[in-house]
């Protein structure tokens, strides 16, 4: 019952978060959420320390948990990294592209398809992140797909909070174009695809968003 307690909490509070109901630097107050959720504050606390774990909520000594406050330079920093990364990544796989690993990308896409569908905003983004992973994983470079995880976790709340459904539907297109660059071994354009996707997701990314200063009670009431 604890668990799933924690899981509602982690899950009402992810969906404030993401439908921009809870602004950057909202400071979450544990006796506040106990009070809202009518459950202990030791449970509020194991809810906030996921969603830090997640990247969601940053927890800060003697001052309580904030709702993270991403930075546009940091997320810009993060792409032109991974352009680099990425452009080379995409010339290997098509070097040792197989049937096998088509397959599974081919799997990963329609998983997408389906987030995007559902309007799961989490999993979409989760989803569309790990594709970058994915490739990584299937050519066997696990250092690579820790990289990548890393660098995309550290945009993936930006992401969240300022990608729209019809870019992220857009970009799971673009995913699915770059899986058939690779399927016939065009590496110049499989390289081209990935380039322009990546900064077409930075382009989408609304960082001047405006948000309402909404309290807590009415942010997840609403």
């Given amino acids: ?78 792409f032109a990294v991974r352009r680099m990364l990425e452009s080379e990544m995409t010339r290997a796989f098509v070097r040792q592209v197989t049937p096998a690993k088509l397959r599974a990308l081919r799997a990963h896409v329609a998983a ?20 970058h992973v994915r490739m990584a994983e299937l050519m066997g470079n696990e250092v690579l797909a820790q990289m990548l995880g890393d660098l995309i976790s550290r945009c993936a709340l930006i992401t969240l909070m300022y990608q729209s459904a019809s870019a992220a539907e857009h970009s799971h297109e673009e995913h699915a ?15 081209q695809l990935m380039q322009s996707h990546l900064e077409h997701v930075e382009a989408s990314l609304a960082f001047d968003r405006k948000r ?11």
């Fill in 112 to 131: 997408e398809k389906a987030a995007v569908g559902s309007q799961d905003a989490s999993s979409r983004t989760e989803l569309l992140g790990d594709f």
């Fill in 1 to 78: 019952m604890e668990s799933s307690s924690t899981s509602a909490i982690v899950e009402a509070l992810t969906r404030a978060i993401v439908e921009h109901r809870l602004q950057p630097g909202t400071k979450l107050a544990e006796q506040k959420l106990a009070d809202h959720f009518g459950v202990s504050r030791t449970l509020v606390r194991q809810a906030l320390f996921q969603l830090a774990q997640n990247r969601l909520v940053t927890l800060e000594p003697a001052r309580g948990a904030f709702v993270a406050t991403p930075s546009a330079e940091e997320a810009r920093q993060v």
């Fill in 212 to 222: 309402p200063a909404s309290d807590l009670a009415a942010a997840l009431t609403s």
């Fill in 177 to 191: 174009a770059i899986v058939a660059a690779l399927a016939a071994r065009d590496e110049e354009r499989a390289v």
